[in-house]
């Protein structure tokens, strides 16, 4: 049997975790563009949005059942087949209907990624899971910066259409595939490998609990990020150097979280994640002009450690679940913004019409409808805050006992 190059499944692993946040970053640049040309109000461009939330969790929950029959290599290509697919079929889409089935492709191949990638790296790093697991989503927040920069210099420098925009991760995309290609991947052997153990070991409280907070620490982050240029777009900053500056915050964070998470564990860096992302939404909420890239910061450090730390602690503390626990928490995280997503593009509707309503016009309605939806964003955290605070305390007394 060929040689495993875990190195070279690693790399590969972060080429497709880079695509995946590129289509976050370069779509969250482009739907202003996306309302212009097709006619699509908020309400229409939060479904758009969240058709990609609804592919993750769908390909998350077959990947997560399927797992332990299929393995990583095949649900790899899966995501290679549907990130190209959905590409295409962006660029090709005439109006609404067409945004939405090949943002649900996008969003299938999302899911695909990280079903695939999260167990084969516990298991191929059974030692150190959750460092490497923070190593590996790095290249999230890194291929958000990416896929920022690249939207920034080719929509606001070069004058490039959306299309562009949208055609540019094919070839990460084809890298990925590339890397891929020819390569022995690992049989599963450091994680629980039993599918009818997996969905007993979901049964557990802890699981379910974790499961409920997850849709609030995506809430947190996607609910923010994905709508940066319509919430932050005349607040008086680069609402896509924003997004920039917040992620590439969160991949030196995540690179560097290994002794962060061995001195305050991951209960610990949970609760201070929420108490930190609370209060940057808020400041969020409140300020502007440069003042608005210093809330930003607190927000990346408070978002930060949420997603791996939680795909983390369910591999630590949730064994039993094996690789479809892992699949299933993300999965859930990104449903619940499948549904909040038209929520908060109602939300932003909703606002620059009582803006309107009191008398402002133009940017001012834009701003202060901009400012009332990160105040109701900034719920998600303080609800995790009062969870969080009661986890750290369970965990510490389950320690003792």
Request: net charge neutral; with cysteine; hydrophobic share 55%.
């Amino acid at each position: 049997m060929k040689e495993i190059n875990r190195d070279r499944l690693f790399l590969a692993s972060c080429v497709a975790l880079v695509v995946t946040a590129m289509t976050f970053a370069i779509r969250a640049g482009i739907l202003t563009e996306l309302g212009v040309q097709f006619k699509l109000t908020d309400t229409q461009l939060g479904w758009v949005n969240s058709m990609a939330f609804l592919g993750f969790p769908v390909a998350m929950i077959i990947g997560g059942l399927l797992y332990n029959e299929v393995g990583a290599k095949k649900m790899v290509w899966a995501a290679f087949i549907s990130h190209l697919l959905g590409l295409v079929l962006t660029i090709t889409a005439g109006g609404f209907w067409g945004l939405l089935i090949s943002t649900f492709f996008i969003g299938f191949a999302n899911g695909c990624v990280e079903a695939a990638c999260n167990p084969l790296i516990a298991d191929m790093y059974h030692s150190n899971k959750t460092t490497m697991l923070n190593r590996f989503h790095v290249w999230f927040p890194g291929g958000i910066v990416i896929g920022s920069l690249v939207g920034q210099i080719m929509g606001g420098n070069l004058g490039l259409g959306w299309q562009a925009q949208i055609g540019i991760m094919v070839i990460p995309t084809l890298a990925y595939a590339y890397l891929i290609f020819g390569q022995t991947f690992p049989e599963t052997e450091h994680i629980e490998s039993s599918t009818a153990k997996n969905i007993k070991g979901l049964a557990n409280p802890l699981f379910l609990f974790i499961a409920a907070c997850m849709t609030l620490t995506a809430s947190t982050e996607f609910g923010t990020t994905q709508w940066v240029e319509r919430i932050l777009g005349n607040a008086g900053a680069q609402p896509l150097i924003i997004l920039a500056l917040v992620t590439g915050l969160m991949a030196l964070g995540r690179y560097f979280a290994g002794p962060l998470v061995h001195r305050l564990n991951p209960t610990g860096v949970l609760w201070a994640s929420a108490i930190i992302s609370a209060l940057g939404i808020f400041m969020l909420s409140q300020v502007t002009g440069p003042m608005v890239y210093v809330a930003a910061v607190l927000f990346a450090i408070g978002i930060c450690y949420f997603w791996p730390t939680m795909i983390g602690f369910t591999s630590e503390y949730l064994p039993k679940t094996g690789a479809l626990g892992m699949s299933l928490i993300g999965g859930a995280g990104m449903f619940a913004m499948s549904i909040w997503n038209p929520i908060i593009g109602g939300w932003i509707d909703t606002n620059r019409a009582q803006a309107v309503a009191k008398g402002l016009s133009g940017d001012a309605a834009e701003l202060a409808a901009g400012q009332m939806t990160l105040a109701s964003l900034a719920t998600f955290p303080a609800i995790l805050i009062v969870l969080f605070g009661g986890l750290y305390f369970y965990m510490r007394n389950r320690k003792a006992a």
